[in-house]
């Protein structure tokens, strides 16, 4: 069975109504095991029992929120032991050109510094899945993908 977990911060429920989607996703891949939780109850236990780690913050200054910043700077502690697990990540925003993007890479990057895998998208959304504001139908679409492209790839590496 392949675990996958989402961790999240949201201030207004935008990014935890994108995660949600991203669980549904993850949940329509056979043996996948899917848990999600706030920023504020994950440890870095959490992240070794995971096979795939998916993070969604909203996007603040182009970057992701302090709460998620000091989570993953908490995972120094565990260096060298998320090597070949699935990542990815997803964020909200409060308009366009607004710093989605690299909001996207900024925790892409920890998930990378990891050794982590993540796998981009070639059509569109090539980083993650991002929301204007409230996540519409669409973007939950992107979401949803998300989670199934995640917890897809993590169950052919298992």
């Keep these: ?13 935008n990014t935890e109504k994108m995660a949600l989607a991203v669980a549904e996703g993850a949940k329509g891949i056979p ?6 939780k706030t920023v504020d109850r994950a440890k870095n236990s959490d992240l070794l029992e995971a096979d795939a780690i998916v993070l969604g913050s909203p996007t603040y200054y182009g970057d992701m929120t302090g709460k ?3 989570f993953i700077d908490g995972s120094v502690k565990i260096h ?6 699935v990542g990815g990540a997803f964020t909200s925003s409060g308009g366009t050109a607004c710093g989605a993007e690299t909001t996207l890479l900024s ?6 510094i990891h050794g982590m895998v993540v796998q981009g998208r070639h059509d569109e959304k090539h980083y993650g899945a ?7 139908k669409g973007e ?8 199934k492209r995640v917890a897809d790839l993590a169950s052919r590496l298992d």
Excluded: Q, W
């Design 107 to 112: 925790m892409l990057h920890a998930l990378l």
């Design 130 to 136: 991002t929301a204007v504001e409230s996540p519409k």
């Design 31 to 36: 043996n996948t095991k899917v848990i999600v």
């Design 68 to 70: 998620m910043k000091e």
């Design 140 to 147: 939950l679409a992107f979401c949803i993908a998300l989670g």
């Design 80 to 85: 060298g032991k998320l090597v070949g697990k």
């Design 1 to 13: 069975m392949v675990k996958v977990l989402i961790v999240y911060d949201s201030r207004t429920g």
